[in-house]
């Protein structure tokens, strides 16, 4: 399989993969969760070249990830807000924070803690059933074909 062809799988991961697989891309999408929208704030909290921002918030854009918005006329400057489909990633997000934290955070614990603004308590994310509310974990979940699948064609040798 190739990268380019990641996109065109019948799994959804792999077509997860083909938007935001890349490394800058995740830390771009974690920037935009701690409230960061603009081309310099991108770059100065990654310290990446240029064009790596731009072809990711490109690639984000396109993908309606990311909505971009004029908020300067001269120069041209614009801001990156997250769509309804780029908030919809926080559980992906939220759930590396977690894993980070509890595989590398060291010994001085996490480098961040979350507050449920809510109820005001830190907390830490739970994958639940969305039936039942029931934690999950892996060795309690089966997969099972679901509508969307095709058949694979026959590879040519």
């Avoid at 997860?16 to 929208?37: E, H, P």
């Avoid at 991108?42 to 790596?52: D, G, M, V």
Wanted: with cysteine; charged share 30%.
């Amino acid at each position: 399989m190739r990268w380019e062809d990641l996109g065109d799988e019948p799994c959804s991961v792999a077509r997860t993969i083909a938007v935001i697989g890349d490394r800058w891309t995740m830390m771009i999408l974690r920037d935009c969760f701690n409230g960061s929208k603009r081309f310099d704030q991108f770059q100065e909290s990654l310290r990446i070249s240029r064009a790596i921002v731009t072809d990711r918030l490109t690639l984000l854009v396109q993908e309606g990830v990311l909505a971009k918005t004029l908020y300067q006329e001269k120069p041209l400057r614009y801001e990156y807000r997250l769509t309804d489909k780029g908030l919809d990633l926080y559980p992906i997000l939220i759930s590396m924070f977690r894993w980070g934290d509890k595989y590398y955070a060291g010994d001085g614990g996490p480098p961040l803690l979350f507050r449920h603004k809510t109820c005001g308590h830190d907390f830490h994310s739970v994958l639940a059933c969305s039936v039942c509310n029931g934690e999950l974990n892996p060795r309690e979940v089966e997969v099972r074909a679901g509508p969307g699948l095709k058949p694979r064609r026959a590879q040519k040798k």
